[in-house]
């Protein structure tokens, strides 16, 4: 069974360019959160969706927007890239109960030179 | 707004001796709590959680945590260090009450477990 799975793994942009990060959440799961980690920090919650849905978001700019498909599946876009936007890009599924915890794929390294 | 803060940046044990990483949270109504490992390059990986009911919870690799009301905490345990367990650790709190469906994550405690 296949867990959360991202695309690609690692990533080079220049400042302004527009990058689409790409999640499989694990089989089973309608939920998928995205997090932003920078270096030597813990996750930042980004937003989740459900039902094709942003649910909530957290604190960041309409820069950051997403996308989730009719088989759970989700990216997330951003554009204008800044240099502040480099980090490690983590995608977490789970099923729609509160109680779930989060599954988190391995992310995507993503530096914007 | 919930908030986590996990005070130590660092924590460093002898293997063979017992480990603490400590957490506290705030939130507005009930907690739910997690803890988080993340080995290098890799994404999270969950250990344990808090939902209700007893305050001792058990989760994978004979971790566990205690859920203290009055303290605001849910510090996770380990009644013996394995070098293996020298890795990153999240605690994060989920505030369902309030209709919010984020988790909030710490800044994180380093273990290192000295052989």
């Known amino acids: 069974d296949a867990g959360v799975t991202q695309s690609p793994t690692h990533l080079i942009k220049t400042r302004g360019q527009q990058v689409t990060l790409r999640c499989s959440p694990k089989s089973g799961h309608d939920t998928v959160s995205w997090y932003q980690q920078a270096l030597g920090q813990g996750p930042q919650f980004i937003f989740q969706y459900y039902e094709e849905e942003e649910r909530q978001r957290g604190n960041f700019p309409d820069r950051f927007s997403g996308h989730q498909f009719p088989n759970y599946s989700s990216e997330l876009n951003v554009n204008a890239l800044l240099l502040g936007d480099s980090a490690l890009y983590l995608c977490?599924?789970?099923?729609?109960?509160?109680?779930?915890?989060?599954?988190f794929g391995n992310g995507t390294r993503l530096t914007v030179t | 707004a919930q908030s986590v803060a996990q005070p130590e940046d660092q924590v460093n044990v002898a293997e063979g001796n017992p480990l603490t990483v400590k957490c506290t949270y705030s939130v507005s109504g009930n907690p739910y709590l997690f803890w988080y490992v993340q080995y290098p390059n890799r994404g999270l990986q969950f250990l344990l959680k808090y939902i209700t009911g007893d305050n001792l919870v058990k989760g994978s690799y004979g971790f566990e945590a205690e859920f203290n009301k009055s303290q605001t905490s849910f510090h996770l345990k380990k009644p013996s260090a394995l070098v293996s367990d020298s890795a990153l650790y999240f605690c994060?709190?989920?505030?369902?009450?309030?209709?919010?469906?984020?988790?909030?994550f710490g800044a994180g405690t380093r273990l290192f477990v000295k052989a």
């Open positions: 994060a709190v989920r505030d369902v009450s309030t209709g919010g469906f984020k988790t909030i």
């Open positions: 977490a599924s789970s099923p729609s109960y509160p109680n779930s915890p989060l599954h």
